[in-house]
């Protein structure tokens, strides 16, 4: 027996639950949409728009609680960032701190030396780390350092000074020897200190 549709001029009042095949997902026609019609479209409706959100921020009261309730987070954030040094190289206007006691290493060239500028709580140094270990902890070397409570300078290696030692009151040192062993035949205005 053929089934026909329903039309009801007036409405109609049922005393009891009425059922009906649910329509395909999708169905854009004038059928009857059912609850499990109308459940199924707003969940696949809500999962469209979630996709694979973590749980943490799938819904927009947790996405506002994410970006602190700032109606102009990207602005904000683009300001923010336009403010930040560029790591390809930046040119600062102001004061540079560092809290860490290696506050500045140079790290140039594969297979090279690395150089640290540090500081203790008495001492300020430049140290090298072994060759081809740039990131890599200093070595035994201590090439220069500096007291911070009275500004003595120590040189920890060698010292040879090209250009020549500009002494108070004008007075030049242009050659100068530092050794432990006397170097021979001293050069012309060239200066020797002994050490032990």
């Known amino acids: 027996?053929?089934?026909?549709?329903?039309?009801?001029?007036?409405?109609?009042?049922?005393?009891?639950p009425v059922s009906a095949p649910s329509p395909?997902?999708?169905?854009?026609?004038?059928r009857?949409?059912?609850?499990?019609?109308?459940?199924?479209?707003i969940t696949a409706?809500?999962?469209?728009?979630?996709?694979?959100?973590?749980?943490?921020?799938?819904?927009?009261?947790?996405?506002?609680d994410a970006l602190a309730d700032d109606a102009n987070f990207a602005a904000d954030m683009s300001a923010a960032l336009a403010a930040k040094a560029n790591l390809s190289g930046a040119a600062f206007t102001g004061e540079v701190a560092s809290s860490s006691a290696n506050a500045f290493r140079m790290t140039f060239g594969p297979g090279s030396y690395g150089v640290?500028?540090?500081?203790?709580?008495a001492t300020f140094y430049l140290l090298l780390t072994n060759v081809g270990d740039v990131n890599g902890s200093w070595n035994g070397l201590r090439p220069f350092s500096?007291?911070?409570s009275n500004g003595i300078v120590s040189i920890g290696t060698q010292l040879r000074a090209n250009g020549g030692l500009l002494l108070p009151g004008g007075a030049a040192i242009n050659k100068f020897s530092v050794s432990?062993?006397?170097?021979g035949t001293l050069a012309d205005g060239e200066l020797y200190f002994e050490y032990a």
């Open 116 to 121: 640290i500028a540090r500081k203790d709580s």
């Open 32 to 41: 009857l949409a059912t609850s499990a019609f109308v459940t199924a479209a």
């Open 45 to 64: 409706a809500i999962d469209a728009v979630v996709g694979a959100a973590p749980g943490q921020l799938n819904t927009l009261q947790e996405l506002a």
């Open 180 to 183: 432990s062993a006397a170097p």
């Open 24 to 30: 395909l997902p999708g169905d854009n026609t004038t």
């Open 146 to 148: 500096i007291s911070l």
């Open 1 to 16: 027996m053929a089934s026909k549709p329903l039309q009801f001029q007036q409405g109609a009042d049922f005393a009891g």
